[in-house]
């Protein structure tokens, strides 16, 4: 199955300001959802940000905080965003056909949003280069049972290359020159 822009959204579970620092190999999960999430709003992707209790935890990262979408973010309290009646209303609201998940952590929100929403019937994409936990194990785990539930596991050139389709286009054009090189 294709991605396609126009039945997709992109989903940002919980990247945190005090949850960042204990996640393995952090820095490159939020440098590449960044990167990801600017490719979806210069191809207006619908963007959602989720935010697991941002009391304790703080708010999003402010690298992806400054460019996602201020009326996708979404606070929770539920691991899952599905489960979460505000959160699943504002999914449900754009009635994406396909969800591109992103976000920490892998064995806990990213996979309970993802199965929620694979039982609702969607095609669900978890970009594994955009996903981590505190332990690398169990972002594994994660991954291979998400894979296991029919969810398939892609990468963020995957995601940006089908969301494009073609070359020859502006849009293609700037995201080659500035993101693929």
Not at 17 to 32: F, S
Not at 134 to 147: I, T
Request: net charge negative.
């Amino acid at each position: 199955m294709l991605i396609h822009p126009n039945k997709s959204c992109l989903l940002i579970v919980d990247i945190q300001d005090k949850l960042v620092p204990a996640i393995h190999e952090a820095e490159t999960l939020v440098k590449n959802t960044r990167w990801l999430t600017e490719i979806a709003v210069k191809l207006n992707i619908p963007v959602l940000t989720s935010e697991q209790y941002p009391q304790g935890l703080g708010h999003t990262i402010s690298e992806i905080a400054e460019i996602a979408p201020k009326d996708g973010f979404m606070e929770k309290t539920y691991f899952s965003c599905m489960s979460e009646p505000e959160c699943n209303e504002k999914i449900n609201s754009i009635r994406p056909n396909q969800v591109i998940v992103t976000g920490m952590e892998a064995h806990v929100c990213v996979l309970q949003t993802a199965l929620q929403l694979k039982q609702q019937a969607r095609e669900v994409y978890v970009v594994a280069d955009c996903v981590s936990s505190r332990n690398p194990k169990d972002k594994e785990l994660a991954l291979e049972r998400m894979r296991q539930a029919g969810i398939y596991i892609v990468s963020r050139e995957m995601v940006a290359f089908e969301w494009m389709q073609k070359a020859g286009t502006d849009s293609f054009r700037e995201i080659s020159k500035n993101y693929l090189r």
